[in-house]
């Protein structure tokens, strides 16, 4: 069985900082590229960030120089280091293999930035 679980999530003013992990199943993860995806209140969940097998990553826009995105390939975890937040970072963020599959969502962790 499948299993991502997010944890990390809070309330941060902006400005700050929030670390977010992911563990994910053995054979899930190795075979996989990971990624961070989001969603926020009202809007339909997007994709963050991406960390390949090989390590090579890639972010969206908005989040680019203020988030890093990286893998523990021995602890089978994904990581989502969160600098620099905003309020329009505020979300539900979730863990997955990319592109994301639909039996692979886990509940999430919460991100609130307060302004």
């Known amino acids: 069985q499948v299993q991502l679980i997010e944890s990390g999530g809070g309330l941060v003013q902006a400005g700050g900082s929030l670390s977010l992990s992911c563990a994910a199943s053995?054979?899930?993860?190795?075979?996989?590229?990971m990624g961070w995806y989001r969603q926020a209140p009202g809007k339909q969940r997007e994709w963050v960030a991406t960390?390949?097998?090989?390590?090579?990553?890639y972010y969206i826009a908005s989040v680019k120089g203020r988030f890093t995105i990286s893998r523990d390939n021995t602890k089978n975890t994904v990581y989502l280091q969160m600098n620099s937040l905003k309020p329009e970072d505020t979300a539900v963020y979730y863990c997955n293999v990319v592109p994301g599959r639909n039996n692979y969502w886990g509940q999430g962790t919460q991100v609130t930035v307060s302004s």
């Open positions: 053995a054979a899930i993860f190795r075979a996989s590229d």
């Open positions: 960390a390949t097998r090989s390590g090579i990553t």
